[in-house]
């Protein structure tokens, strides 16, 4: 599945940067329309998720750093890491 772009008019439920709200729906990304067609594009493919997933938690972290450089303002790891992967069930077999 190849990650559609982040550019005006894209009609996917991708992240905008650096607030990393959806650019569609304008819900934290990944949003729940972003989560279900994660999980349809990459059926059968967890370890490919889990890698476009980590990229994004990471890139996601350092948007949300640079925005807000006074840490109270900033999510914490934990709270990412729960908004990124959570969800995913990676460790459940497809
Ligand atoms: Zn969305």
């Known amino acids: 599945m190849s990650w559609p772009s982040a550019v005006p008019g894209n ?13 569609r729906c304008g819900n934290e990304w990944p949003c729940p329309t972003a989560k279900t067609e994660l999980l349809t594009g990459y059926r059968g493919m967890k370890l490919s998720l889990s890698m476009l997933l980590a990229s994004q938690w990471v890139d996601c972290l350092n948007d949300l750093c640079a925005l807000n450089p006074s840490k109270g303002e900033t999510p914490s790891t934990r709270d990412l890491y729960e908004r990124f992967f959570n969800w995913a069930e990676l460790g459940v077999p497809d």
């Open 11 to 23: 009609p996917f439920h991708v992240p905008g940067r650096p607030h990393w709200r959806c650019i």
